[in-house]
């Protein structure tokens, strides 16, 4: 099982990582494929934690999981937008706005901490219930070229040399990694802090899905992008019957 989990972790790193290549290497990804991405992701990851994650947090946490859940929501919270100012997933176009060696630091550092939680997530997931944990799995690779192509878009846009950038993105794929050696670890502690720290981590993707994904597809003027997040809850049910089938 800690191998199957650390390949599936080296998977979502490998994604963030090829989302930076595709800025650094000067090639173009198309913004509504991004934004497709997103979609769909937010779409999928929000029925998966309605329909699944929170429903199991209670079932297996008991009286404290709603108090996780919460705590897994502000801590992500309080990260990503009180110790940094600005995040938000693609590629950066507002140059103007990124342009201090600060302002891509502190967009690194939540990165990094945000691919923590996704490597934790993924990690506890699969110990808590694998069918479930591969689900979240999915979820996140969805995300994870968008979230590569904004780190090196945002160094890139600062100043910063593509070896520079390069670095950035393989050290928050790394975080990934880290993140899945933590919920590792803390399930060879204890099956009760796994069933805490599952619904620590139910708060975590309610908060990526509903507050990192879907504010940032609201601004696109596509009426397609509407459309793709039912279907990322079609592809979610239909993922959900292929697996437990």
Do not use: C
């Not at 997530?121 to 591969?134: E, K, P, R, Y």
């Amino acid at each position: 099982m800690t191998v199957t989990i650390i390949g599936y972790a080296l998977l979502a790193a490998l994604a963030e990582i090829t989302g930076s290549v595709l800025v650094i290497g000067r090639k173009r990804w198309p913004a509504r494929v991004q934004e497709y991405l997103l979609a769909l992701s937010a779409g999928f990851l929000l029925s998966l934690v309605f329909v699944e994650l929170v429903p199991e947090a209670l079932k297996g946490g008991g009286s404290e999981a709603p108090l996780l859940m919460l705590a897994g929501y502000a801590v992500l919270h309080f990260f990503e937008h009180t110790v940094v100012g600005h995040l938000h997933f693609g590629e950066e176009t507002h140059h103007e706005v990124m342009v201090s060696r600060a302002a891509s630091f502190s967009t690194f550092l939540g990165l990094f901490i945000h691919a923590f939680f996704d490597g934790f997530t993924i990690a506890v997931g699969m110990q808590f219930d694998f069918t479930l944990g591969l689900m979240v799995f999915i979820a996140v690779l969805l995300h994870k070229i968008p979230e590569g192509l904004t780190v090196a878009s945002v160094m890139l846009s600062a100043k910063s040399k593509r070896t520079t950038a390069m670095a950035a993105s393989v050290a928050i794929g790394g975080a990934t990694l880290i993140g899945a050696l933590a919920g590792l670890v803390l399930g060879g502690v204890s099956i009760r802090l796994v069933s805490g720290a599952f619904a620590f981590s139910a708060g975590i993707a309610t908060y990526v899905g509903a507050s990192d994904l879907i504010p940032e597809i609201n601004h696109s003027r596509n009426r397609v992008i509407p459309m793709l997040v039912f279907a990322g809850m079609v592809l979610f049910y239909f993922g959900k019957v292929l697996l437990e089938g």
